[in-house]
């Protein structure tokens, strides 16, 4: 029998749980990313060096390869990839070419929710040259020609429409701020526009789901714990389960998130959708239609008894999803919480590692399933600006509240990030109480 080849588009941390999944099973697994030294290259196979958001590569790559199937985890931008590639070479794909590109594009994205009615913050796609602004001028004073900025109270929160990782992200108070770093967001975008919605002032949530023939079934609600105030605004430092809000808002969320579901026209597949909670109720904030970055993979199977990964790889390939899968989806309820469990995504203030601690000691504490390390000793951590700064993750679960604090607690007691004059820059919990150093 011919062994299967699939493409995995990505080789950082977040696609090594699909590398060795998919070769466990006998699948040979070409990794592709344009960065040489991404730890996921050397446990695949074979690797191609290009770029995930450049489906032309990935499509020479694939005819290279003469693949039975592509697919991504954890990121954002190579779902589209991803479902162009599968199109021109008549593989597999749970999303269309179009779809794929609604849940990739903030522009598509956000217009969208306008037009099923569904619940998501004020907004405008602004083009920074699109015409020249009088900052005194109004909408009112001359509709046809209103600068797009005026239609929005202040502050805003401005945004590439192609990008993840909360990159090129920033909370403006005026129009002329909006302006004067539109071209540090364009930075991190292909296109010639940006996303600037209302801010928001909330608390976010994350829903992790399977759809299965149009029918969304949700894995976790988790609360997805941030840096307060706006300086690292969505650089998330944990998902925490369950959802404070699981109880008030569980069947609100769930509503809403079939209707993004049968809207978009998502017929099968890994869902990833962030809600955000405030003062005038739930608002959609973005959507994504794959494993989650936050290492859902690890966790999920034991709180949900659903293998996401082994299922995310017979979809890539063409396979049915298994009876014991469909039973695992059919049976969970994500309302019913059997032990809690944080993913803990930390920081350092900026400094140069000298010495990390090992992760056979982290792994052996009281209740971690999981952890790694994103840096090693001798990388420059810089300001946290995005979740590129991120050094490492570990995985907590305990069977209650106070178990999970208590052994959250130890862990952060063992690890350490020690610069290179042996102090430990490690940020800890409570995380949100510690005021992080600006670069000088």
């Known amino acids: 029998?011919?062994?299967?080849?699939?493409?995995?588009?990505?080789?950082?941390?977040?696609q090594i749980p699909g590398i060795q999944a998919a070769r466990q099973r006998g699948i040979h697994v070409i990794s592709c990313d344009h960065l040489p030294h991404s730890p996921g290259h050397a446990l695949a196979d074979a690797s191609v060096l290009a770029s995930t958001f450049d489906p032309g590569a990935v499509l020479a790559a694939a005819r290279q390869h003469n693949i039975d199937g592509i697919m991504t985890m954890g990121s954002d931008q190579p779902v589209l990839t991803a479902a162009i590639v599968a199109q021109q070479l008549d593989l597999p794909s749970a999303l269309t070419v179009e779809t794929?590109?609604?849940?990739?594009?903030?522009?598509?994205?956000?217009?969208?929710?306008?037009?099923?009615?569904?619940?998501?913050?004020?907004?405008?796609?602004?083009?920074?040259?699109?015409?020249?602004?009088?900052?005194?001028?109004?909408?009112?004073?001359?509709?046809?020609t209103a600068d797009p900025l005026e239609q929005l109270n202040d502050p805003v929160v401005i945004k590439p429409v192609d990008s993840q990782g909360q990159r090129g992200i920033f909370v403006c108070e005026t129009a002329a701020e909006v302006r004067q770093k539109a071209p540090q967001v364009l930075a991190f975008s292909r296109?010639?526009?940006?996303?600037?919605?209302?801010?928001?002032?909330?608390?976010?949530?994350?829903?992790?789901?399977?759809?299965?023939?149009?029918?969304?079934?949700i894995l976790t609600l988790t609360d997805r714990e941030r840096?307060?105030?706006?300086?690292?605004?969505?650089?998330?430092?944990?998902?925490e389960w369950p959802s404070r809000y699981l109880g008030s808002h569980g069947d609100e969320i769930a509503s809403l998130t079939q209707a993004i579901v049968s809207g978009f026209k998502i017929a099968e597949g890994p869902i990833y959708f962030q809600?955000?909670?405030?003062?005038?109720?739930?608002?959609?904030?973005?959507?994504?239609?794959?494993?989650?970055?936050?290492?859902?993979?690890?966790?999920i199977p034991r709180l949900a008894g659903f293998d996401l990964t082994a299922t995310q790889i017979d979809l890539a390939l063409g396979r049915s999803?298994?009876?014991?899968?469909?039973?695992?989806?059919?049976?969970?309820?994500f309302r019913q919480v059997r032990?809690?469990?944080?993913?803990?995504?930390?920081?350092?203030?900026?400094?140069?590692?000298?010495?990390?601690?090992?992760?056979?000691?982290?792994?052996?504490?009281?209740?971690?399933?999981?952890?790694?390390?994103?840096?090693k000793p001798g990388h420059t951590i810089p300001a946290i600006t995005n979740a590129t700064a991120r050094v490492g993750y570990c995985i907590v679960t305990a069977p209650d509240k106070n178990a999970l604090e208590q052994r959250l607690t130890q862990v952060y007691s063992v690890l350490q990030v020690i610069d290179t004059e042996g102090v430990n820059q490690l940020i800890?919990?409570?995380?949100?109480?510690?005021?992080?150093?600006?670069p000088e």
């Not at 840096?227 to 998902?239: D, I, K, P, R």
């Not at 803990?344 to 992760?359: D, H, K, M, S």
């Open 428 to 438: 800890h919990r409570p995380l949100e109480v510690l005021p992080l150093e600006q």
């Open 275 to 299: 809600y955000l909670i405030g003062p005038s109720g739930v608002r959609i904030n973005e959507i994504a239609c794959r494993i989650g970055g936050a290492f859902e993979s690890q966790f």
């Open 321 to 333: 999803i298994s009876a014991a899968s469909q039973l695992a989806l059919k049976q969970h309820d």
């Open 100 to 144: 794929a590109r609604a849940v990739t594009d903030k522009r598509i994205m956000k217009k969208r929710f306008q037009v099923l009615g569904l619940p998501t913050v004020p907004f405008v796609i602004y083009k920074p040259d699109s015409l020249s602004v009088d900052p005194q001028r109004s909408a009112a004073q001359n509709p046809a």
């Open 1 to 14: 029998m011919k062994q299967p080849k699939l493409l995995m588009l990505g080789a950082s941390l977040a």
């Open 339 to 375: 032990e809690h469990l944080s993913v803990q995504l930390f920081f350092a203030q900026p400094c140069t590692i000298g010495r990390l601690t090992p992760l056979a000691e982290v792994l052996a504490c009281p209740g971690v399933l999981d952890a790694g390390y994103h840096l």
């Open 191 to 217: 296109t010639d526009e940006i996303l600037v919605e209302s801010y928001y002032p909330s608390d976010e949530v994350t829903v992790s789901g399977w759809v299965h023939e149009g029918q969304a079934r």
């Open 227 to 239: 840096f307060a105030g706006t300086e690292q605004l969505g650089v998330c430092l944990s998902h």
